[in-house]
């Protein structure tokens, strides 16, 4: 059964950083792409990075890019989000997802909370 479990959130000030972490449970870790999205209310839920399977590429959202990085821990299982120099307008709940055979699960999201 595939699990996503986030951790990692809280309230930082305008600045700061933020490391997200999302365990990953029940599927092959190296063959699927993950992404983080992120969501504030009354708004569709954006994405802001994904890795490949492979692990060889990435894609960072252009209103993130240069401050967020996504990586992963392969022997735990364990993908990442590195968000610097934060800002007020990424205060969002974030959601860690993969796709798997054309079916996306996320996990429960974890608050961010920039204050300026």
């Known amino acids: 059964q595939v699990q996503l479990a986030e951790s990692g959130g809280g309230l930082v000030q305008s600045g700061g950083s933020l490391r997200l972490s999302c365990a990953a449970f029940g599927f092959n870790f190296r063959v699927w792409p993950m992404s983080w999205y992120r969501q504030t209310p009354g708004k569709e839920r954006d994405l802001v990075a994904t890795l490949t399977g492979s692990g060889r590429n990435t894609n960072i959202a252009d209103s993130v890019k240069g401050r967020f990085s996504i990586s992963r821990d392969e022997a735990n299982n364990r993908l990442y989000l590195q968000m610097n120099n934060l800002k007020v307008e990424d205060t969002a709940v974030y959601y860690c997802?993969?796709?798997?055979?054309?079916?996306?699960?996320w996990g429960r999201g974890t608050q961010v909370t920039v204050a300026s």
């Open positions: 997802n993969v796709r798997r055979k054309g079916y996306d699960y």
